[in-house]
């Protein structure tokens, strides 16, 4: 266990930490997407309704960004 | 909140929440490009990992709403 955070911590890209990371991105990336809906529809839609519609398009455009920018760093790290 | 997000993934699996599939994979890459350059560049600097992750992953879904508002479900 305290491999696993020190490793966290200081960076290491592989399996477990990039699964870990990809799970702590979805969630923030809901919490974006709502912030991101109640900046755009907030008046129009109500806030409530339009945090929870963007909440759900959030994750549409991020776990693919980690998913790859993870991918991306572990060849430069290794190149 | 749960409840609907599990709906409309069963709904996206079944291919029947998304109208126009070609806008929303487009949109969603332009959205996917813009956080790839965040989080690559950031983590150039010397910064350690969690940073990046989470600044790009913020403000990647906070962009999404934006990219993704004609987008139409059934």
């Known amino acids: ?79 | 909140m749960f409840e609907m997000g599990w709906f409309s993934v069963k709904l996206f699996l079944k291919g029947k929440l998304i109208r126009n599939p070609v806008y929303f994979i487009r949109q969603t890459t332009i959205g996917t490009l813009i956080g790839l350059l965040l989080l690559v560049s950031i983590a150039q600097v010397n910064v350690p990992l969690w940073l990046p992750i989470i600044v790009s992953s913020l403000l990647t879904g906070a962009i999404m709403p934006f990219l993704l508002k004609d987008f139409k479900m059934k």
């Open chain 1, 1 to 79: 266990m305290t491999d696993f955070l020190s490793s966290l911590l200081s960076g290491d890209i592989n399996l477990i930490t990039s699964l870990v990371w990809l799970a702590i991105a979805a969630g923030l990336s809901i919490v974006g997407g709502a912030i991101g809906g109640v900046l755009l529809a907030g008046k129009d839609l109500g806030y409530e309704l339009a945090a929870m519609t963007g909440g759900l398009l959030g994750p549409a455009g991020v776990i693919p960004t980690i998913f790859l920018g993870l991918l991306i760093l572990n060849l430069l790290n290794n190149s």
